[in-house]
């Protein structure tokens, strides 16, 4: 029986512990910074990303997986004749999926199947963690794509921000465009749903404040979701606030599993430091 290879791109933000424990693979999304071009969590960090704006008063731009970088992660897979089950960052936000689409096509390989997640970070990361868990229940590639793409509309991803700045620069959030005047300095909580990214609540006040009302705000969803695993994911927050946002949760007395892992460089250059978001299941 082949082997069923899960693979992402790095915009899952899964911790290196993670993706090794479920034998995850990813491919780097590509940071332009005015000439020069990283390869995300290889050649550039999310703080040596905020140092760069800081200095250049400018966002970087993220790019999708580049065809040759797809390849050297994906040939050794196909030339073992696995079966290879592709999870990738939302259509709607990056053209990645299509140049793994392309990569099928142009090798022939109709073992690699391409679902588009619908989604980003670890509202990736949860999905992957589930096909992950398939695969090992010996499920076959048909059953795995079909529930994971049955389950996607139950993916609760959300985060709320420091500043606008960067999502405004990044042009991926329309509707944070229409805040950025506001004289209250509103801090959204953006969603994200059926692929796009949308405003809801909208927060003001001291960041770690913010992020406490945020987590609260969450609690009957919290209550409600998969009890397999909930991520906190943030792109540069305290060590103490962090660690009240795991109490939280954990005195909820619902999660099996908290994993709390930073953003990489592409969500990074989106959101900006000092972001957090809760993401999971919905049960």
């Not at 390849?71 to 299509?98: A, H, R």
């Not at 959300?158 to 509707?175: H, I, N, Q």
Request: negative net charge.
């Amino acid at each position: 029986m082949a082997t069923i290879r899960i693979v992402a791109d790095s915009s899952c933000d899964l911790s290196a512990e993670l993706k090794e424990r479920n034998q995850i693979a990813t491919i780097p999304l590509c940071i332009i910074m005015e000439e020069e071009t990283y390869f995300d969590g290889e050649s550039i960090t999310p703080d040596q990303i905020y140092l760069w704006s800081d200095v250049n008063k400018l966002t970087p731009k993220t790019a999708a997986v580049p065809y040759d970088k797809a390849v050297e992660v994906l040939e050794p897979f196909m030339k073992d004749g696995d079966e290879i089950i592709y999870i990738g960052l939302s259509e709607q936000m990056s053209t990645t999926c299509n140049i793994i689409r392309l990569i099928a096509s142009d090798y022939n390989y109709d073992k690699l199947h391409v679902i588009d997640s619908m989604s980003l970070s670890t509202g990736i990361g949860v999905q992957l963690l589930y096909a992950a868990q398939l695969v090992r229940e010996g499920k076959s590639v048909s059953e795995i794509i079909e529930l994971v793409e049955n389950r996607r509309s139950k993916v609760r991803a959300s985060f709320v921000v420091e500043t606008l700045t960067y999502l405004a620069r990044g042009g991926r959030c329309k509707p944070v465009t229409a805040l950025l005047g506001n004289t209250l300095k509103l801090k959204p909580q953006i969603v994200v749903e059926r692929g796009a990214m949308g405003v809801s609540r909208k927060y003001r006040g001291k960041q770690s404040s913010v992020i406490l009302k945020y987590v609260r705000d969450l609690e009957d969803s919290l209550l409600h979701a998969d009890p397999t695993c909930v991520f906190i994911t943030h792109s540069g927050c305290e060590d103490e606030l962090l660690e009240e946002v795991q109490a939280y949760l954990k005195s909820l007395n619902h999660f099996e599993n908290i994993y709390t892992t930073r953003a990489g460089g592409s969500i990074s250059c989106h959101c900006g430091p000092g972001t957090l978001g809760v993401l999971f299941y919905a049960d």
